[in-house]
Structure formats: structure tokens, C-alpha cells
């Protein structure tokens, strides 16, 4: 038998969803109290469910914004999230029924045979809090600091930020330096494991011994970047990105199947070992550099209907690289708009991805991952986006988007090839918000 964890979360689909969130509330725009010491609030709830009883996520979002004056500003954020279901342990599906222990050692779940293996007891709880003051410094020069903290059963996030702005061209032109600090420290469930080690039959192991209780990853962001009005219809905006991150960077809690590669009626199927399938702890790097180039243009028309388009490039050393491209086109009617979006977003695998591991090589591999999104695969996303401004200024919003990803790979040999290594995946974002 294999090991998983029992309260397993998706670290970056807990990220994917603050993000998601706070692009969907789109910020606290400027409204007539702008300037008058007022506050300006932005309450939201975002849904995210994927078929198949897989993932599914539940966000309520308040952020808060304090205006002095027209450029000094106060904003704090808090968010909590739920998120329950299954997820893929990074094991392949196989003709024969799979069981996975759990790091407790208080219970198990089972793949069926032909079935990708997916952990159905998948549930997480996190809540964020974020703080940024932003204010000029002169007339050309403005500035902005702030903090967050986040917190989860078994994660733990603290971060501050800074930036920095510089005003030309009668404030037509901005150059923004950025840079965030974080600091992560991971507490999982049966511990650390640090290597691509044999995965144990029960908690009693004694190689749970050897795990270490904790570990923890330092992050440092940069984006340097340029706005430029372009005329009184056009903006455009250039960002360069600088990531780096060091430590602990593994998913203690996916897997790597050994697959038997030997001649035999078992070529293709789980390979054994002492009698049982064999699976490896997953292990990537302790560092990775990231970088992105980013493009965004918004256009106003004669009929006031706005325009948005996006291009983002990114590439690491770890072998990703990746491109998105997102259009929205806001239809203005009045004090109503329609806002439809098309998202897509493709990237290469890591040079360690494998969907599997060859029992006649396994041990010459340092690294190693199964994760999906890690690997090659095309994601597509279609929304439509709801919004009516009362005569307070006030405003309703709402949001629907479908979520469409697709993997791909090598589609192995033997008993392999009949299984779906890669299956797609669907989701539903609702996202409902109300702005006063």
C-alpha cells in the first residue's frame, strides 16, 4: 500500500483561487467619494467546482479601501476558503484496484481498477489577511508598502511588499519598481520526506522516522514595469518579472508510480516490490528561477465600450515555459455591462515531469514529479461577467466561467497504453460581488 495524506489541499489551486478572486473583483474602483476620506468595500464569494466530484472551493472575500485623497490610500483584504473533494495523487491508473494509506495511518481509499487514483479525502481550510498603504511622495514620485499573512492546517505564509513609482510626461508615462518577500513553512502530515524514497506500506514504518517534522521555502518577486497613456482612448502597459524561490519546493504529498518495463505478461503494470506495487515520494529542486515578460493594452471606443487584451510569456530553469493570452470586451448599456472573456494559457513540461518512472531506471533519477501541472497542457477559459451600477454609485456583479484543461504526454507501453494517462479536466467559477 501506498501513502497519501488525509487532509490534502492544492496548494497552487488555493493560490489560483486568490488570484482568480481578485481579478474577478477587479479592484475598488475610484467612485464620486474618492478623495472625501471615505471607504470604499468590495465584498465578493467565489465558487469553484470541477466535475467528476473532484475539487471543489468556497471564497468570501472583503476588501476595504480608506482614501485620504486622490492618491493615498489605505486597503486591507481578508479572505477565507474552503476546499473539499478529490484530487489526483500522481499515481496511474491501472488494470488492478490500488489502495493508498493514508499518513495517519487511520484510513485508506481506493482506486478502481482503469481509474485515475484520486485522493478523495482532499480538505483544507485557509484564511488571508493582506494590509498595502499606497501614497505620492512628490509630485512625481509615489510609493507603496504592505504585508500579508496567510494560514492553513498544515501551511503557513507571511510576506511584505514594497513599490516604487516614478511620474513623467505630465504623469502620462510610470515607471513601478515592485518587490515582494515571503517566507513559507510547511508542517505536513507524516512529516518531510526529502528524497525520491520508497513510499512505506503503513505509518509504522521506520521510514517515517527519517522524515523530518517541517521544512520551509523563501520567495523574492520583482516586476519592473512601464504605463503609458497613449492618448485619451489607450493605455498600454509592459512588466518584467523576476521570481526566485529556494527551499523546500516538493508536494510531500504526491507520488510517482514504477512502472515494470521488464518482458513478461506484467509489461506496462505496477511494478512490485516485497510483494507490493512500488511508488516514489515525488522530489523537485530546492530553487527555481522564473521570469515573464507582460503586455496589456486597454482601449476605449466611441461608444465607450472598452477593449482588453493581455499577452504573458514566462520561462524558468526548470524547462516551463508558457504563454496566455487573455481578451475581455466590455458592452456598456447605460448604468448596465456585459463583460465576455476568452483565456488561454498553454505551457511545456519540466525537464523532470514523468508520468512514471521505469523500474529498470528509477534509481539513476534525482528528481521527479508526476504532478500534472507540471507537464505539458492547454487550459481554456470562457466567462461572462454581469454588472449594474445603482444610482448611489453603488454596484452588483457577477460572474460565470468554464474551465476547460487538457494534458498531454508520453502514452507509456505494455498495460499502459490502455489507460487514460491524461485525462482532461472541467470546472464551473460563479463568482458574486457587491460593491458600496
Known sequence: MAVTKTKQKNKELASLLTAA???????LATNANAGNNSWDVDAAFLLYSETDSRVSAAEPVISATKNYDEETKLNIKIAADTLTGASPNGATPSDQIQTFTSPSGNGT???????????DTFKDTRLALSANWSAPLSRDWAYGVGGYFSKEYDYQSLGVNGSLSRYFNQKNTTLTMGLNLSNDTLNPVGGVPTTLFQVPENTNNNEFSQRQDSDSKSLVDTVFGITQVINRKTIMQFNYGLSTSSGYLTDPYKIVSVIDDTAGANYGGNFQSNGRNLYLYENRPDSRLKQSLYWQTKYQLDNNDILDLSYRYMFDDWGINSHTIDAK?????DKQYLEPQLRWYTQSKADFYHRYLNASGYTNNEFASADYRLGDLDTYTIG???GYQFA???????RVSLYHQESSGDQGYGKLTKQDLYPSLDAVILM????F
Open 384 to 386: 461572462l461577467k454581469y
Open 109 to 119: 481509499y481506493t482506486a478502481e481498477a482503469n481509474q485515475q487514483p484520486l485522493d
Open 21 to 27: 478572486s481578485c481579478a474577478l473583483i477587479g479592484g
Open 329 to 333: 470586451y466590455r458592452f456598456r448599456f
Open 392 to 398: 448611489d454609485d453603488t454596484e452588483f456583479y457577477t
Open 432 to 435: 458574486i460581488g457587491y460593491k
